[in-house]
């Protein structure tokens, strides 16, 4: 019975000369999203929707609207909701008979529900005309439908109620077409990636910096990636646990660039030169000049990490301003405010957390310290990083070397 599925995002990020680009970035996506397992679809903008239709206009079965639903529900990013819908022409008996239709797979069912728990199903219609020359205004299309409906389930088993329906029927009427839907299904919000500019996110195996890549896809940015490890002190397994997340997290946006940059050089320098309780903050340091020094060439303007405020000993104010410190670039810490748990139920959501959940050794933890120290100033971190020759001249070198293993692929 459904021949397509609309799409609604939110109108306040499309004001003015934006709209016309959030829509296309936001089309280019969807067909990304849907492409591989429905490659004859065709997709349309009408006036603040987004909807899809297959070429040959044919219905949708229901296994079909099942895995598309799946597909939006967790990858739309920048729809707010959709809904599978019957596109049809704007003529009031033939929205009359498609309600009448669609109604009764849903209906029955919804009543015989609110029977059981001892009260009346309560719905409203909404309608829409934006084309002046039909013959109905939207409320006497509404009042239509409302007594049709009320004709053929009894008015004593439908309460019209507007503000708290467990059903809404929506119609819009437009000059060319009319769009009628019964059901809509939440899609993750935000922006759609790819609106704003890229960031650079330090990705490692953990839990958190997964999350904090999402959540900036969903405020518009694509991503690219850079992974530290430290072969042969960590297993490769450390490397192909990041690819993985990497190459998951790329189903959520055209993909971005994966640099890995093998830190052992450095960390031995930091290990036989510096103070041991200072290693950890001075890992980060070097993980974030390495990642500056990438995203200045790529020209990218900010980097984007998963920390947390007070979650280990290098996230103390005075050790994520000491991090913070050693670049001179915006710093995107999306999960700064949230609890542990929080990031989990994203992760579960989104489907990184089983990714994330193997063990494996991470980067940070070679030649860690015992008790590593969880107020270092700046000035220290920096009176220990001139004792280690050579500092500036390794560490670009290694970020140049990430970035040209992409120049022979
Ligand atoms: P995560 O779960 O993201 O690893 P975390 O709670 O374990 O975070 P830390 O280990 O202190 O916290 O790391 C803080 C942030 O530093 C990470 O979210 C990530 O952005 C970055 N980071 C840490 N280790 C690495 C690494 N090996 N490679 C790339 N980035 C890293
Ligand atoms: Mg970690």
């Known amino acids: 019975m459904y021949n397509s599925v609309i799409c609604r995002y939110h109108e306040i990020a499309t004001k003015g000369d934006n709209r016309s680009f959030f829509e296309r970035t936001m089309l280019e996506n969807l067909k990304r999203i849907l492409r591989d397992e429905f490659p004859d679809l065709r997709y349309r903008r009408v006036r603040g929707r987004l909807y ?7 219905d949708f079965t229901d296994s079909e609207l099942a895995r598309i639903s799946e597909l939006l529900q967790l990858r739309a990013l920048g729809i707010e909701n959709f809904s599978p819908a019957i596109i049809t022409t704007p003529d009031m008996e033939n929205i009359s008979n498609i309600v009448k239709t669609a109604g009764a797979d849903i209906f029955p069912t919804a009543i015989e529900k609110a029977h059981k728990e001892e009260r009346t199903l309560r719905f409203r219609i909404r309608a829409r005309r934006s084309d002046k020359n039909f013959p109905l205004r939207s409320q006497e299309i509404e009042i239509a439908l409302c007594s049709l409906l009320g004709g053929i389930y009894g008015r004593e088993n439908l309460k019209l109620d507007l503000d708290n329906a467990d059903i809404t029927v929506g119609v819009e009427v437009r000059e060319e077409l009319a769009i009628i839907w019964l059901e809509s299904f939440p899609a ?8 704003n500019d890229r960031t650079l996110a330090l990705l490692s195996g953990g839990i958190d910096s997964p999350v904090a890549c999402y959540l900036t896809m969903k405020r518009g940015s694509p991503v690219d990636f850079i992974g530290f ?19 998951y997290l790329n189903t959520f946006q055209q993909p971005g660039r994966l640099y890995m940059v093998n830190l052992v050089e450095l960390q031995k320098l930091i290990r036989d030169n510096c103070n ?3 290693r950890t903050v001075l890992y980060r340091r070097l993980m974030f000049r390495i990642a500056q020094y990438i995203a200045r060439k790529r020209k990218i303007g900010a980097l984007l990490t998963g920390e947390s405020l007070g979650q280990v000993a290098s996230q103390t104010l005075v050790n994520m301003n000491t991090i913070g410190n050693a670049v001179n670039m915006l710093i995107l ?26 063990q494996v050794p991470d980067s940070c933890t070679v030649f860690a310290p015992d008790r590593p120290s969880t107020r270092v100033s700046i000035e220290d971190a920096e009176a220990e990083e001139a004792k280690i020759p050579n500092y500036y001249e390794i560490l670009e070198r290694l970020a140049q070397e990430a970035i040209d293993a992409f120049k022979n692929k």
């Open 229 to 247: 490890h430290s072969e042969p002190y960590t297993p490769p397994e450390t490397v192909e646990k990041v690819q993985r997340i990497a190459n």
């Open 52 to 58: 899809m239709e297959y070429c040959d206009k044919r």
């Open 276 to 278: 041991p309780r200072y």
């Open 188 to 195: 993750p919000g935000g922006l759609p990636v790819g609106c």
């Open 333 to 358: 810490r999306p999960l700064c405010g949230q609890d542990k748990m929080e990031t989990i139920e994203i992760a579960r959501k989104i489907g990184t957390f089983e990714l994330s959940k193997e």
